[in-house]
Protein backbone atom coordinates (compact mmCIF):
# COMPACT_ATOMS: atom_id res chain seq x y z
CA UNK A 1 0.00 0.00 0.00
CA UNK A 2 1.37 3.49 -0.93
CA UNK A 3 1.61 6.06 1.90
CA UNK A 4 3.01 9.56 1.70
CA UNK A 5 2.77 11.54 4.49
CA UNK A 6 3.71 15.41 4.49
CA UNK A 7 5.58 17.36 7.31
CA UNK A 8 6.94 21.26 7.73
CA UNK A 9 4.02 22.86 7.61
CA UNK A 10 3.00 25.76 9.55
CA UNK A 11 2.70 29.56 10.90
CA UNK A 12 5.52 31.76 9.13
CA UNK A 13 5.63 35.58 8.43
CA UNK A 14 6.46 37.00 5.19
CA UNK A 15 9.78 36.94 4.11
CA UNK A 16 10.50 33.91 5.82
CA UNK A 17 10.87 30.56 4.85
CA UNK A 18 10.05 26.74 5.27
CA UNK A 19 10.96 23.10 4.22
CA UNK A 20 7.99 20.94 3.63
CA UNK A 21 9.21 17.02 3.43
CA UNK A 22 7.07 14.43 2.36
CA UNK A 23 7.99 10.49 2.83
CA UNK A 24 6.64 8.04 0.47
CA UNK A 25 6.40 4.33 1.52
CA UNK A 26 5.05 1.28 -0.54
CA UNK A 27 6.09 2.36 -4.05
CA UNK A 28 6.58 -0.70 -5.99
CA UNK A 29 8.81 1.06 -8.37
CA UNK A 30 12.26 2.06 -7.78
CA UNK A 31 12.03 5.76 -9.87
CA UNK A 32 9.23 7.95 -9.80
CA UNK A 33 8.57 11.78 -10.57
CA UNK A 34 7.39 13.78 -8.07
CA UNK A 35 5.23 17.04 -7.42
CA UNK A 36 3.76 19.91 -4.96
CA UNK A 37 0.90 21.09 -5.42
CA UNK A 38 -1.23 23.82 -2.89
CA UNK A 39 -4.88 24.70 -2.65
CA UNK A 40 -5.62 28.31 -1.41
CA UNK A 41 -9.14 28.69 0.50
CA UNK A 42 -12.12 29.14 -1.78
CA UNK A 43 -9.34 28.51 -4.62
CA UNK A 44 -8.64 25.23 -6.70
CA UNK A 45 -5.80 23.09 -6.16
CA UNK A 46 -2.56 24.28 -8.79
CA UNK A 47 0.58 23.10 -9.43
CA UNK A 48 3.43 24.55 -7.35
CA UNK A 49 6.71 22.17 -9.00
CA UNK A 50 7.34 18.96 -10.30
CA UNK A 51 10.22 16.95 -11.41
CA UNK A 52 11.37 13.99 -12.88
CA UNK A 53 13.37 11.57 -10.75
CA UNK A 54 16.31 12.18 -12.46
CA UNK A 55 15.54 15.84 -12.53
CA UNK A 56 16.28 16.70 -15.96
CA UNK A 57 12.39 18.12 -16.39
CA UNK A 58 11.52 20.43 -13.32
CA UNK A 59 8.86 22.95 -13.57
CA UNK A 60 7.81 25.70 -11.31
CA UNK A 61 4.53 27.53 -11.16
CA UNK A 62 5.45 31.52 -12.63
CA UNK A 63 4.55 32.60 -8.91
CA UNK A 64 7.20 30.19 -7.09
CA UNK A 65 9.91 30.61 -9.53
CA UNK A 66 13.38 31.39 -8.08
CA UNK A 67 11.75 31.34 -4.90
CA UNK A 68 10.47 27.52 -4.24
CA UNK A 69 12.98 24.31 -4.65
CA UNK A 70 12.08 21.13 -5.33
CA UNK A 71 14.38 17.93 -4.52
CA UNK A 72 14.36 14.57 -3.33
CA UNK A 73 16.61 12.43 -0.55
CA UNK A 74 16.73 9.02 -2.05
CA UNK A 75 18.21 7.72 1.17
CA UNK A 76 15.40 8.79 3.14
CA UNK A 77 13.07 7.81 0.37
CA UNK A 78 11.66 11.74 0.62
CA UNK A 79 10.44 14.75 -1.81
CA UNK A 80 11.09 18.07 -0.09
CA UNK A 81 9.84 21.18 -1.25
CA UNK A 82 12.31 24.51 0.20
CA UNK A 83 10.47 27.38 0.21
CA UNK A 84 12.14 30.96 0.79
CA UNK A 85 10.75 34.83 0.63
CA UNK A 86 7.56 33.21 1.07
CA UNK A 87 4.39 36.04 0.58
CA UNK A 88 0.95 35.83 2.15
CA UNK A 89 0.24 34.31 -1.46
CA UNK A 90 1.76 30.80 -0.55
CA UNK A 91 -0.79 30.64 2.07
CA UNK A 92 -2.95 26.88 1.44
CA UNK A 93 -2.90 23.16 1.88
CA UNK A 94 0.42 21.55 0.23
CA UNK A 95 0.50 18.21 -1.06
CA UNK A 96 2.57 15.62 -2.40
CA UNK A 97 2.06 13.60 -5.31
CA UNK A 98 4.56 10.81 -6.82
CA UNK A 99 3.92 8.40 -9.79
CA UNK A 100 5.42 6.52 -12.51
CA UNK A 101 5.62 9.74 -14.93
CA UNK A 102 4.88 13.75 -14.42
CA UNK A 103 1.60 13.02 -16.48
CA UNK A 104 0.37 10.38 -13.68
CA UNK A 105 0.87 11.37 -10.29
CA UNK A 106 -1.39 9.02 -9.16
CA UNK A 107 -0.60 9.03 -5.02
CA UNK A 108 -1.24 11.62 -2.88
CA UNK A 109 -0.32 12.76 0.54
CA UNK A 110 -2.94 14.08 3.34
CA UNK A 111 -1.91 17.68 2.44
CA UNK A 112 0.12 20.33 5.56
CA UNK A 113 -1.32 23.31 5.42
CA UNK A 114 1.46 26.57 5.74
CA UNK A 115 -0.09 30.15 6.22
CA UNK A 116 2.04 33.35 5.81
CA UNK A 117 1.25 36.28 7.91
CA UNK A 118 1.91 39.64 6.23
Known amino acids: QVQLGESGGGLVQAGGSLRLSCTTS????????MGWFRQAPGKERELVAR????????QYAESVKGRFTISRDTAKNTVLLQMNSLIPEDTGVYYC???????????WGQGTQVTVSS
Open 97 to 107: AVGPSLARLDY
Open 26 to 33: GLTFSTYA
Open 51 to 58: RSWGGSVT
